[in-house]
């Protein structure tokens, strides 16, 4: 557990950082979250002692951490920057293993640990083991750095803009990943970003700051709800309802979805489909490749051509993954202008379907609570 | 990498063999430089012998180049730590300025003080090429970006060890260019040293030129030359060792 009590950090007459109290839980994602020059990176400095307060105390597990070396407290907490900041004459291996060498590990250890970290991040360790930083993209560059960071298997793991200097796409795939990852690891997390959507994807709690000072610090779904007062308000925009879509894997409203083969009686399955209240009935080929739907409230005759009945789909194009985020989901159905997504696994194989109407739900949660 | 390697061998054995070569046969020299001045009664330096000047002039540019190595990288090393900044600014703007004095102002000035002969001279050699030693040695350290710094001290590392793992492993290229072009210009400006009564190659070329005989210019200038050449071909050997051993380190 971390604690920070009474945090002021001053440069001359400038306070960057307001007599903070803060409580990170053991194994909690705490995002601190706030415009650019509120203080987010200097609160998570201090916590490493990368800078020295002006004044009060920051305790992990209780000990204070003016206690320790502040080399040997480092060697204890990962440590994630913007910039990666991968050493340019160092394999990728050798960065991995950095921390681990400090320590003292055997080769022996460290070789094994690192091909560990490869496996947890998704990365061949026979391919990128012995690359250069130079050759890596910006994606793979920033999932080595995370490695690194969890490197000596650190209780506490700090991240200031770890996804922040890659494009839109690959951020939000990292950000799947790293939910996935922390869910197996249960990491103490502070995590720092100026993106509210990126807050609201990873965090067990939001701290939100402005001018040095706590806001509000609660739950993604608290402040989006009852944002405590006009800056909140401000910072999370209009759209609320459609920022809290991010927070809910697809999985979650995922359902069931009726699949037919193109062999098989198309005017048989819709009639029994239409029974049960869907609309869309997937048609998948031999190899189980979706291929299309029948609308199935339209009548079909029993001679109509296949070719008539089915409705190709740009299968990538709309198809969603179960983790991806439900927004993904609506602004696919959206540009598409349909009300009924396919879930589809890395296969492309269908595994279910998402429908309009059940986001809906999740939003009207929202709207409701702030009419309250 | 290999084929680099093996490159730059080849080059510095082919240096060293022509060098000794001529060093010790004197004749080569008599038929060379009786070839190119047909007139002159005389083409080799007579009071002095080749091996005997080339050996005065190395003790000057080794004395003079070691104690400048190890001091201009440790200046330039100790103005980059924390506690040395203050004194960045005026090392590195004065390391520059001291450059535009010619050696030989350096020697009239040192003469008076220190006196005749090989003292005066090494120090002028020293306080001259010392100045792009300490001026590489900052540049190559600032030119490390300063989240890999930020980076390795937030991993865990020490300030020694940041030195030795990230700073001069990035910065090993320009420093040693720095002491690389140092030294080739010292091999040169110790000729001037023959003026103060140091001896070496500058010997015969000031003798040279006083009695008009540009066959003795041309002795010692060839010689200081190769002796240039050989010493940066050796200084790139060590280049490449240092920077792979420095990448072992880390
Ligand atoms: N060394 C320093 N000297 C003076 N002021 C500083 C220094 N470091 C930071 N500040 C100021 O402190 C404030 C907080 O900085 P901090 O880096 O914590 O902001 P941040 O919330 O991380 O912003 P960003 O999202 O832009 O990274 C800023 O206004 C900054 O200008
Ligand atoms: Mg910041």
Redo the contacts between chains.
């Keep these: 557990m971390i604690k920070l009590i009474d945090i002021t950090k001053k440069y001359g007459e400038f306070t960057a950082v307001d007599d903070i109290s803060l409580k990170v839980k053991q194994g909690e994602v705490c995002v601190l979250l706030g415009p650019s020059g509120c203080g987010k990176s200097t609160t998570l400095k201090i916590i490493?002692r990368?800078l020295e307060p002006s004044n009060g105390n920051v305790l992990i597990e209780g000990k204070n951490v003016r206690d320790f070396k502040p080399?040997?407290?480092?060697?204890?907490i990962g440590?994630v920057?913007q910039?990666?900041?991968?050493?340019?004459?160092?394999t990728v291996g050798?960065n991995i293993g950095?921390?681990p060498k400090?320590l003292g590990w055997e080769k022996v250890k460290i070789s094994r640990r690192t091909e560990q970290l490869f496996t947890l991040i998704g990365l061949d360790p026979g391919f990128y083991s012995n690359k250069y930083p130079h050759e890596l993209s910006g994606g793979e560059a920033q999932r080595i750095g995370v490695a690194?960071?969890l490197a000596a298997d650190p209780p506490i793991l700090l991240m200031d803009e770890p996804f922040g200097a890659v494009d839109p796409l690959t951020r939000e795939i990292l950000q799947t990943e790293f939910v996935k990852i922390q869910k197996e690891l249960k990491k103490t997390v502070v995590f720092v970003t100026h993106d509210l959507e990126e807050a609201i994807r990873v965090a067990v709690r939001i701290v939100l700051m402005q001018k040095g000072r706590i806001v509000q610090h609660d739950t993604p779904e608290n402040i989006l709800a009852h944002p405590k007062n006009k800056f909140v308000h401000d910072f999370i925009g209009a759209d609320r309802a459609l920022k809290r879509l991010s927070r809910f894997p697809v999985s979650n409203i995922m359902r069931e979805a009726p699949v037919v083969k193109s062999s098989d009686d198309l005017f048989k399955a819709a009639k029994s489909v239409d029974k049960r209240g869907f609309r869309f009935l997937w048609v998948i080929d031999e190899n189980e490749e979706l291929l299309g739907w029948i609308d199935t409230t339209r009548l079909i005759r029993n001679k109509e051509k296949k070719e008539d009945v089915i409705t190709r789909i740009p299968v990538s194009r709309i198809a969603v993954r179960s983790d991806f985020t439900c927004k993904t989901a609506l602004s696919r159905m959206l540009a598409e202008g349909i009300k009924v997504v396919p879930v589809v696994d890395e296969n492309q194989k269908i595994i279910g379907e998402i429908s309009l109407a059940d986001i809906e739900k999740i939003t009207e949660e929202v709207a409701h609570t702030w009419q309250e | 990498m290999a084929g680099v390697r093996i490159r730059s061998w080849i080059s510095l054995i082919v240096i060293a063999g022509i060098f000794l070569f001529l060093i010790f046969n004197m004749s080569v020299w008599q038929h060379m430089l009786g070839t190119i001045f047909p007139n002159e009664s005389e083409v080799v330096y007579p009071r002095a012998q080749l091996p005997q000047l080339l050996r005065e002039h190395m003790i000057l540019v080794l004395a003079s180049s070691a104690a400048a190595i190890i001091t201009g990288t440790s200046i330039g090393i100790l103005v980059t730590r924390e506690r040395g900044r203050p004194w960045l600014g005026i090392v590195s703007d004065m390391s520059s300025l001291a450059q535009t004095i010619p050696p030989v102002a350096v020697l009239a000035l040192a003469v008076p003080s220190i006196g005749f002969g090989f003292k005066p001279t090494v120090l002028a050699l020293f306080l001259y090429s010392i100045l792009p030693i300490i001026r590489n040695t900052i540049t190559g350290i600032e030119s490390v970006p300063g989240r890999l710094i930020e980076a390795a001290l937030g991993l865990g590392m020490k300030r020694s060890q940041v030195l030795f793992k990230v700073e001069l492993p990035l910065s090993i290229k320009l420093i040693m260019a720095g002491i690389r072009t140092s030294v080739v210009i010292n091999v040169g400006t110790a000729t001037v040293g023959a003026v103060v009564g140091a001896g070496g190659l500058g010997t015969p070329i000031i003798s040279g030129l006083v009695r008009e005989n540009p066959a003795f210019v041309l002795e010692g200038a060839i010689t200081a030359a190769l002796l240039a050449l050989f010493l940066d071909q050796i200084l790139a050997r060590t280049e490449q060792s240092l920077s792979r051993s420095l990448e072992k380190t880390t």
């Design positions: 490493n990368m080399e040997l407290l480092r060697r204890k440590y920057i910039y990666v900041g991968l050493f340019p004459h160092m050798e950095i921390v400090l690194r960071a």
